[in-house]
T-cell receptor, first 110, second 115 residues
Framework: DAKTTQPNSMESNEEEPVHLPCNHS???????IHWYRQLPSQGPEYVIH???SNVNNRMASLAIAEDRKSSTLILHRATLRDAAVYYC???????????FGQGTTLQVKP | DGGITQSPKYLFRKEGQNVTLSCEQN?????MYWYRQDPGQGLRLIYY???????QKGDIAEGYSVSREKKESFPLTVTSAQKNPTAFYLC??????????????FGEGSWLTVV
């Protein structure tokens, strides 16, 4: 199975951009890259997902490397409400199995 | 509104008891998943199912059992064989069509505590 690797924690100042990296060097051609975030004792919340091309939505942008072995979640202007654990997830194409990274805890300082 | 519902939110288990966590979805999703999360840790896959009457073990299936008799339901039983069951349990669902890269839906989670 594919595997994802994320830094344990990152810090950002409010109103500044944040780049959250994820390595998935064993990704296969049919694996989608998903990003979710989670607050304590809650279910994860959808942020963004993509396959090959960079993606933008109202919450964030997803930059996917050309070889697809890594991706970066970009929060353009961090707010205090963006403080959460961010998970990079591969949806394993053929089986539908979801593979979670260990998550990055994002702290946002006012 | 469509969604995925877990119950109960909080559950206490005595030593030696089996308990069952409910997960129901009305999204017509084929695939359903159960994850365990320990405090300050990431999610670990217990079981998953892609179709009715079929399911596969995840990374930490020992001490757990599941059934998938209906498409919308995927209950998880924590058996007495699970020696350290205190954790936060999350259920998820998604359509099986991988080509569409569909969003994954998560329940709100269930806290299980051994007393």
């Amino acid at each position: 199975d594919a595997k994802t690797t994320q830094p344990n924690s990152m810090e950002s100042n409010e109103e500044e951009p944040v780049h959250l990296p994820c390595n998935h060097s064993t990704i296969s051609g049919t694996d989608y890259i998903h990003w979710y975030r989670q607050l304590p004792s809650q279910g994860p919340e959808y942020v963004i997902h993509g396959l090959t091309s960079n993606v933008n939505n109202r919450m964030a942008s997803l930059a996917i490397a050309e070889d697809r072995k890594s991706s970066t979640l970009i929060l353009h202007r961090a707010t205090l409400r963006d403080a959460a654990v961010y998970y990079c997830i591969l949806r394993y194409g053929n089986t539908g199995k979801l593979i979670f990274g260990q998550g990055t805890t994002l702290q946002v300082k006012p | 509104d469509g969604g995925i519902t877990q119950s109960p939110k909080y559950l206490f288990r005595k030593e030696g008891q089996n308990v069952t966590l409910s997960c129901e979805q009305n999204l017509n999703h084929d695939a359903m998943y159960w994850y365990r999360q320990d405090p300050g840790q990431g999610l670990r896959l217990i079981y998953y199912s892609q179709i009715v009457n079929d399911f596969q073990k995840g990374d930490i299936a020992e001490g757990y059992s599941v059934s998938r008799e209906k498409k919308e339901s995927f209950p998880l039983t924590v058996t007495s064989a699970q020696k350290n069951p205190t954790a936060f349990y999350l259920c998820a669902s998604t359509p099986i069509e991988a080509s569409s890269g569909n969003t994954i839906y998560f329940g709100e989670g269930s806290w299980l505590t051994v007393v």
